[in-house]
């Protein structure tokens, strides 16, 4: 059942660590729009994520995730570059990562942020781009 949008249901974004929730009602929605222009379905792989998530352990400070203001998602159907395009093109999203296991990153940042994460470690998001965004054939 989708209880937050047309296609998404507050199970999706709880936390993996305990199942808690805390979501920026303006997450959903823009997923649901990112979704409506890219005419295919989005896995939620990450959403909320508690204090006590290993994730934000490791983190000084809270992140967008712990904040209920990001979410790590597949685009099914389009590869890692359309799926950064469609992402971009909607302005929806301050931030947006680029992560080498094919997910973006969106979050709801109030500025933008564009960056890319490779074997684990977070790059700019030009390198990243070289490295996952296939060249076009000449």
Known sequence: MSDLTRNFSSR???CKHCGALRLDPALPAALQALRD???RPII????????DHP?????TTPGMHAQGKAADVLLQ????R???????????FG???????GFLHLDLRPTPA?????????????????????????
């Open 55 to 59: 994730e934000e352990h490791r983190k």
């Open 77 to 80: 159907g389009h590869t890692l």
């Open 114 to 138: 564009r960056w890319g994460r490779l074997a684990g470690v977070y790059v700019p998001f030009s390198r990243a781009a070289a490295i996952l965004f296939p060249r076009p054939l000449q």
């Open 37 to 39: 222009l890219a005419g």
């Open 12 to 14: 999706e974004f709880a």
């Open 82 to 92: 359309r799926a950064y395009d469609l992402a971009a093109a909607l302005g929806l």
């Open 44 to 51: 939620v792989l990450s959403g909320y994520r508690c204090p």
């Open 95 to 101: 931030g947006i990562g680029i992560y080498d296991g």
